[in-house]
């Protein structure tokens, strides 16, 4: 996590709320901004999803199945 130089010079400082699905592979799909901070912080929230290694599937049943998460991510 990388804070972002105008979050740095305007010394903003929360969480930006983000939502995501994580498909029957793992996958991340589907990245929505639910709470935003601006000045580059909603960028980078989405920058860190999409770097991460792929998750393991929700089970329902013994079956891999989509599942919608909610990450707050610091800054």
């Keep these: 996590?990388?804070?972002?130089?105008?979050?740095l010079k305007n010394h903003v400082s929360g969480k930006v709320i983000v939502?995501?699905?994580v498909s029957t592979d793992?996958?991340?799909q589907d990245i929505k901004i639910i709470k935003s901070l601006?000045?580059?912080?909603?960028?980078e929230a989405i920058r860190l999803l999409e770097a991460m290694p792929?998750?393991?599937p929700g089970k329902q049943?013994?079956?891999a199945v989509k599942t919608t998460m909610?990450?707050?991510?610091?800054f």
């Design 54 to 56: 792929a998750w393991i």
């Design 1 to 7: 996590l990388t804070v972002p130089e105008d979050a």
């Design 70 to 74: 909610i990450l707050p991510v610091n």
């Design 61 to 63: 049943r013994g079956k």
């Design 26 to 28: 793992g996958s991340i």
């Design 38 to 43: 601006g000045y580059g912080c909603d960028e």
């Design 19 to 21: 939502q995501f699905t």
